[in-house]
């Protein structure tokens, strides 16, 4: 499992005179984020300085992490590379697959004799190919990422979107979809927008139940899910270096909810005392000797606004607790006002289930200051009201807390352990109801909440808050009762208060595990071999995708017109469907089936042109195909928000939709639409989404002359003869056209790998 000491001491040994050179180009102080991104920069792209949010540029990141979910097709797509091992340290992490049903050891084995074939093919490519594997328990990835890879002043790039977690250590750790890790593991440059920089100042010191969760959870009510798109979040400030590592950890890692591209802290005292307290003492030295290269110049920090895009300060002396939600993980409310925006939108006030843990919150201090609620809910003589989970991060983690008696505490006041992996999280959740149709509440310590995500029903209201927090709700059971300030009425008849949450940052007696699950790769992988039986549901190898056929595309059908949100769990929904991951045909059978359609506001039931008759997005989609018909997608704003998860490209790739056209995308499904050859577009003028009808046809033209920065035009012909002329951008430079024309970045791969 060990760390690659020699990479890092690369990269150190660069970092001063990309830095040094970086200044003197830009003739500016740099920030932190510049520093590292400078530092990155491939030999070809280390001459140059780059325009923010408007170059391509090209990095070579450090290290490729890949869970389970997302590394079948990231890594089905790189044994196409021809490539015999990966050019980067990697590693692969099974965490997304385990459902919550019982608790963790039957849950486990329950998923590892369900999942086999996965996790068989997962182990055997990461054997063959230098791949280091987690094994199934071993805990989520960003957790594991934390805890054994990061480091300050490197860079990541990692098949989910919260990678960013790993900002927490002072690292640029980037969420990407599998072609792009697939390009980075064959030993490709890596081509980002330079990303714009938000500054966020935090002054102060947080106290009593104010946690690191809740500037996240600021700051998304402050930025909305889309504010941060395109841009790299840098926290600096006094109030900065008194949060722990694991608290900046949860920070970057919601970032993701902002639509940032990454988010990221400075190396300082508790970065050291974190890579210490998990055996890294080496990199802490090495860090200690460039510690002036893995922070922001002084002068940015004294002036900030002159060198970020925008900058936020955040006191956290005032900050208070927050709860967001339901629905959308930008819905902030302080927990002063929240009970009333209870009342006032008609919202379940009775919580059914509160859930804490995922790689959002649970370190060791997480766990500590929730189980210090949680013995109070003993030692004041409280029932607890709600159902409570708890889901350790990982192994060495759930080792130490059980260890130190945590775990038990919770177990007293009624909490059930589930194994260390998403479970919940992501709809892997045998939640069980007596009745799914009523309007209920839940609150979870994760960071997303879009309606269906836990438990598949529409009427449950998730909120999001801290493991404190949450604990808190989960005995009291309603989300009126506010826990700074409220009493409650104990088994005895008495009234009695919540103590402050206390938390401990490292554990006293240190980190220890029996097994953290870790499996080497073998030397030599050449003789190892990577089965697919060609009749599995789960696993399909893939075919290539087909060439652009030179000309405009023409005669294109309205597949549907989505209307409001359309995250990437609307396009390609988790929960049942992850078993179906590394098979492209079966999973294409649930291509936005929660996208609500714009005509009729159902999901799943759109008009299919070629018989009148209205039926389930996929089924209709696969007529089109089968009838050589090609389609278009239409969205509103933000459209792919959330997951890394290529698949929602992919699907509509392999069934035959040919572009995307939306009012605004997010980051990571724009690049993985482009990666996979197909066309995401974008609406000049936002208006225009109300031109689209649901019987028009389309002509994309402009295609014979496609070029970065110019604008494309999509003829619409409405039903009675009328037509509508409109302009539609797109942000395709001039690979990423060669990647349209060739059907895919794949397709170009193999062939210069085949030269
Ligand atoms: C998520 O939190 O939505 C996931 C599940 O971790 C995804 C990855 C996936 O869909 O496999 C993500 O965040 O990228
Ligand atoms: Fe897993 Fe949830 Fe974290 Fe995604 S957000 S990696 S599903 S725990």
């Known amino acids: ?5 020699d990479m890092i001491k690369q990269v150190y040994s660069r970092l001063g005179s990309r830095v040094e050179a970086a200044r003197k180009a830009t003739g500016k102080p740099l920030t932190l984020t510049e520093k590292i991104l400078y530092t990155h920069l491939t030999e070809g792209a280390a001459q140059h300085t780059y325009t923010r949010g408007v170059d391509y540029v090209d990095f070579a990141p450090d290290r490729v992490a890949m869970q389970d979910a997302t590394a079948q097709m990231a890594l089905l797509q790189f044994m196409q590379a021809g490539r015999p091992k990966v050019a980067v340290p990697s590693t692969v992490h099974c965490d997304h697959l385990i459902q919550a049903k019982i608790g963790a050891d039957t849950d486990l084995s329950t998923a590892k004799d369900q999942n086999k074939e996965v996790y068989d093919f997962l182990a055997s490519v990461s054997d063959k190919y230098g791949i280091g594997f987690w094994k199934p328990g071993a805990g989520i990835i960003h957790q594991v990422v934390l805890e054994n890879y990061a480091f300050p002043g490197g860079m990541m790039i990692g098949t989910d979107s919260h990678t960013p977690n790993a900002g927490g250590l002072g690292m640029v750790a980037i969420g990407v979809g599998g072609a792009d890790a697939c390009d980075v593991m064959a030993g490709l440059p890596w081509e980002l927008k330079f990303p714009k920089l938000i500054g966020v100042k935090l002054t102060g010191k947080m106290s009593g139940w104010t946690s690191a969760k809740d500037v996240i959870l600021k700051v998304a009510g402050i930025l909305t899910v889309k504010g941060g798109t395109g841009a790299i979040v840098e926290y600096f400030g006094d109030g900065a270096q008194s949060l722990s590592a694991t608290g900046k950890g949860t920070i970057c890692n919601m970032g993701a909810e902002i639509g940032a591209t990454t988010s990221i802290f400075g190396y300082d005292t508790k970065s050291e005392a974190y890579l210490r307290g998990t055996e890294r003492a080496e990199i802490a030295d090495l860090a200690n000797a460039v510690k002036e290269h893995l922070t922001g110049d002084a002068e940015v920090y004294a002036n900030p606004e002159l060198y970020f895009d925008q900058v936020i300060e955040i006191d956290l002396d005032t ?19 929240f009970a009333q925006a209870v009342k006032e939108n008609g919202w379940p006030t009775k919580l059914e289930v509160g859930l804490i843990g995922s790689c959002t919150n649970s370190s060791y201090e997480d766990i500590t200051r929730a189980a210090s609620i949680a013995h109070q809910a003993v030692t004041k003589n409280l029932k607890t009201a709600a159902e409570f989970t708890i889901t350790p991060g990982s192994e060495l983690v759930r080792y130490t807390v059980e260890r130190d008696g945590y775990l038990g505490t919770f177990e007293g006041m009624g909490g059930v352990v589930l194994a260390n992996a998403c479970g919940p999280c992501i709809g892997q959740w045998a939640r069980h109801t007596d009745d799914p149709t009523r309007k209920n509440s839940i609150i979870t310590s994760f960071n997303r909440n879009f309606a269906k995500r836990q438990d598949g029903n529409p009427n449950t209201h998730a909120f999001v808050a801290s493991p404190e927090i949450v604990t808190a709700f989960v005995i009291a059971g309603d989300l009126t009762f506010n826990p700074l300030t409220d ?24 980190f220890a595990v029996e097994d953290a699950g870790y499996q080497a790769p073998a030397l030599d992988g050449s003789k190892v071999e990577v089965k697919v039986d060609p009749k599995s549901s789960r696993l399909q190898l893939l075919d290539p995708f087909t060439a652009w056929e030179g000309t405009d595309i023409k005669g294109l059908k309205l597949l549907i017109k989505a209307k409001g949100k359309c995250t990437t769990d609307h396009i390609s929904m988790a929960g049942p469907w ?34 009148g008759e209205y039926g389930p997005v996929p089924a209709t989609q696969r007529d089109y195909k089968a009838a050589g018909i090609g389609s278009i997608v239409v969205g509103d704003e933000n459209y792919g928000e959330g997951s890394s998860r290529e698949h929602a490209a992919m699907e509509p790739r392999h069934l035959g939709v040919r572009a995307i056209l939306v009012k605004s995308f997010a980051r990571i499904h724009e690049t993985n639409l482009k990666k996979q050859g197909m066309l995401g577009l974008t609406f000049a003028n936002p208006e225009d989404y109300n031109k689209i009808l649901e019987d028009d046809t389309f002509d994309i033209v402009g295609l014979t002359d496609f070029t970065p920065g110019k604008p ?20 395709y430079n001039a690979q990423q056209i060669e ?10 791969i193999r062939a210069q790998m085949a030269k």
Do not use: C
């Open 1 to 5: 499992m060990a760390f690659d000491l």
């Open 319 to 337: 900050l208070e607790p927050h709860v967001n939600g339901p629905f959308t993980p930008d819905l902030a409310w302080p927990i002063s006002k």
């Open 487 to 510: 009493s409650m009425t104990n088994e005895k008849g008495e009234q009695v208060k919540f103590d402050e949450p206390m938390g401990i940052e490292l554990p006293v007696k240190g």
């Open 578 to 611: 992850l078993k179906f991951r590394g098979h492209l045909d079966n999973i294409s059978n649930n291509m936005l089936i929660g996208a609500i359609n714009y005509f009729n506001d159902k999901a799943d039931t759109v008009k299919n042109e070629l018989t």
């Open 712 to 731: 494309l035009q999509v003829v619409i012909h409405h039903k009675g003869g009328l037509t509508d002329t409109i302009t539609v951008n797109h942000t």
């Open 739 to 748: 990647w349209f024309k060739a059907g895919g970045a794949l397709n170009i």
